[in-house]
Structure formats: structure tokens, C-alpha cells
Nanobody, 128 residues
Framework: QVQLEESGGGLVQAGGALRLSCAASGSSFSSRAMGWFRQAVGKEREIVAA????????YYSNSVEGRFNISRDSARTTVYLQMNSLQSEDTAVYYC?????????????????????WGRGTQVTVSS
């Protein structure tokens, strides 16, 4: 089992920045890929960014490429999402997720069905 707790959300003006944190507890953090997803009102949940278990590979959706950065700290069992140049379209609830075990530690899964543990989410609101 893995427990995930997000923090760092809030209200920010367009063009501003936020850093989300996801504290993980439980087993095998360093063996799991981690991802950030978001869900805006009236829209489906979508992947934003993901990082491989060994931290060597990352994935970003087209909408955040160049503005967001995902990283992980195995010593603190924490995953971060640095969000810069925020836009109103980034307003959503952001969820941290952990993938199941068994995949290659250097591969970044992007399909949501790989992710089996979820945090409760943190609200990010960008005002224009």
C-alpha cells in the first residue's frame, strides 16, 4: 500500500508559479513511477507529468511542456511539480499518483491505468 498526500496548491495570478509536493508513505517508493494528473471542472482527468522510478525519464503533456517540471526526492519519498508561467487553463484539482510495481525503473508510463494509488488532490486556481 502507498499513501499519498499533496500540498502546495492555492490561488495564484496568471504568470505566477506554484510548487506542488506529494509526500508518499508505504512500500517501494523508489521502485514506482510517479505521476501528476489534473481534473478541471467539467473535464476528464488528464496526465500532466510523470517521472520514472529511477528519476531518469520524465514525461510532460503538450499543454505544460516547458512550463512545468517534475522531480522526485527518494530520501524524502516526495515528488514535486514546479509550475511556472501559470495560465487560467491550468486551474484544476491536481492529483499525485503512484504506479504499480513490475515495470522497468527507467520507463515512464503515461496511461492512467498504470497508476493505482492516488492522493486526495490539491486545488490550483489561476486568476486572469
Amino acid at each position: 500500500q502507498v499513501q499519498l498526500e499533496e500540498s502546495g496548491g492555492g490561488l495564484v495570478q496568471a504568470g505566477g508559479a506554484l510548487r506542488l509536493s506529494c509526500a508518499a508513505s508505504g512500500s517501494s517508493f523508489s521502485s514506482r513511477a510517479m505521476g501528476w494528473f489534473r481534473q478541471a471542472v467539467g473535464k476528464e482527468r488528464e496526465i500532466v507529468a510523470a517521472i520514472s522510478a529511477n528519476g531518469g525519464a520524465t514525461y510532460y503533456s503538450n499543454s505544460v511542456e516547458g512550463r512545468f517540471n517534475i522531480s522526485r526526492d527518494s530520501a524524502r519519498t516526495t515528488v514535486y511539480l514546479q509550475m511556472n508561467s501559470l495560465q487560467s487553463e491550468d486551474t484544476a484539482v491536481y492529483y499525485c499518483s503512484a504506479a504499480g510495481l513490475g515495470g522497468s525503473v527507467g520507463v515512464v508510463p503515461t496511461a492512467s491505468y498504470y497508476y493505482i494509488f492516488w492522493g486526495r488532490g490539491t486545488q490550483v486556481t489561476v486568476s486572469s
